[in-house]
């Protein structure tokens, strides 16, 4: 069962709750980072880390009935994964923050939580943490939606964490914050500038209007609004005025860029925006700081972002036809141009295995980019993962010709990617078990870029 049906409402308004739990469930995305060059002249080889889990994977049960695994971030010489969780005895229509915390090898750390894993509830009904990032002081932001009883309003939550994932009590009230923005509103990308200023974009729905557009928060440290940043902390940017926010990524500079969609998940484009620091549109980037991109398919999104070191953008996402989908893969210049040295055109279509490909999350691995998603393999989908040489052009010498599936032996989505040291690399997502009534735990998949 998808975010889309978890998060109906019980009220009047259950048709806008849909488009919103919609919006989400395609907007999921990781936390991106970018990471020194590979070795030069080295083609990638990668297999499943043997000394990571079982046979490189690991499986998380919150004890609930549905937990599904949305964002990770590197932490140390590990990883920690966010999401969602259902406590015991609950149903679908509720659930925490959920966290869990892995060492090197795959296991649970011990030392963060209970045993590995916490949660979190805000306002007792259904909360969703959809993206996590790591401060320099290795506290542990994590954001996503608060829901009020019965699930009739939405807000932005954030919740901030001490190492051994207790509560950071000094941010927020009780290591906690709800923004309510007015109608329903999730919060699905998050960045933490040099200052730690906190950026947090996400899915807005105003209750008086059917106009919405790309929403951005800036939080002081604190956990306060930051009033220099847009009105009174916040930022709302149009392009169709059914927009989307999927992921941010922060420039060298500082400057910051969100993508999406434009159009609502009915016919939408890919929609890119850079902000300056104080949050006002980038006039030097697209057209008075947006990019809308039209690649003429029946569906074409983005989901997730990351800046490459020689400063061009690469966008991750999907392009659907009537036949299936593909994973999508375009790469802008500074002047938000399409890069005509990548790719056909500035963008690559990827068709990994002739179904449903769905790509989540994009990572700047030197001047590669490895992309991260689904792919439907015979009965179920698989963690699926790509590696682009700066050209676009497939790294032949990772998995097979480039491509590489996961298979948990159920259905299966990684929606983040995370570098760790010795060249190691850590796909996270989500099985779901469809035959045992739609149950799911968190996925961790490790692997070695030799």
């Known amino acids: 069962m998808d ?22 469930a395609a907007a999921l995305t990781a936390a991106v980072l970018t990471t020194g060059p590979a070795s030069a002249g080295v083609e990638a080889e990668v297999a499943l880390g043997a000394s990571f889990g079982e046979r490189g994977k690991v499986v998380t049960d919150f004890a609930g009935w549905y937990d599904r695994g949305n964002a990770v971030a590197a932490i140390g010489d590990g990883v920690i994964v966010a999401g ?125 209007s059917s106009t919405r557009g790309f929403e951005l928060v800036r939080y002081l440290p604190d956990g306060t609004l930051d009033s220099s940043f847009g009105t009174g902390g916040r930022v709302v940017t149009l392009f169709e005025g059914r927009d989307d926010l999927a992921d941010l990524a922060l420039q060298p500079d500082g400057r910051i860029i969100a993508v999406g969609v434009a159009g609502n998940y009915v016919a939408p484009d890919i929609a890119v925006a850079r902000y300056r620091t104080d949050g006002s549109l980038d006039p030097g980037f697209g057209t008075g700081g947006k990019v809308t991109t039209d690649l003429g398919s029946l569906f074409d999104t983005a989901r997730a ?39 056909t055109d500035g963008t690559v279509i ?48 990772f998995g097979s010709n480039g491509k590489l599936t996961t298979d948990f032996g159920y259905h299966a989505v990684a929606r983040g990617l995370a570098k760790l040291p010795h060249g190691r690399l850590v796909a996270a997502g989500s099985v779901d078990y469809r035959d045992q009534g739609g149950t799911g735990d968190f996925a961790v998949a490790g692997y070695h870029l030799d």
């Open 3 to 24: 975010n889309q049906q978890r998060m109906q409402a019980f009220t009047g308004r259950a048709v806008r709750r849909r488009a919103l739990g919609a919006a989400v």
């Open 84 to 208: 969602d969780a259902n406590a015991p005895g609950t149903s679908l229509r509720t659930g925490d923050f959920g966290l869990a915390r892995y060492d090197k090898h795959g296991r649970l750390d011990r030392a963060f939580g209970s045993h590995g894993k916490v949660t979190t509830d805000f306002l007792g009904d259904l909360d969703t943490a959809t993206t996590v990032a790591v401060q320099s002081d290795g506290k542990v932001v994590v954001a996503g939606q608060a829901s009020t009883a019965n699930q009739s309003r939405t807000m932005f939550a954030l919740a901030r964490y001490r190492a051994n994932g207790s509560l950071d009590t000094s941010f927020g009230t009780g290591g906690k914050i709800i923004t309510d923005l007015g109608g329903d509103a999730a919060a699905t990308a998050m960045v933490i500038q040099r200052d730690g200023k906190l950026v947090v974009g996400g899915i807005h729905y105003p209750a008086d």
């Open 305 to 343: 972002v990351a800046v490459r070191p020689d400063g061009t953008i690469a966008v991750a996402g999907e392009l659907q036809e009537a036949s299936g989908s593909d994973f999508l893969l375009a790469n802008y210049r500074a002047d938000g141009s399409l890069n005509p040295d990548f790719g």
């Open 350 to 397: 990827t068709d990994i295995s002739g179904g449903n490909d769905q790509a989540y999350a994009v990572l700047a691995y030197g001047e590669d980019l490895i992309v991260a998603g689904t792919a439907t393999v015979g009965s179920h989908d698989n963690f699926a993962l790509v590696r682009y040489h700066p050209d676009g052009a497939l790294d032949t010498g």
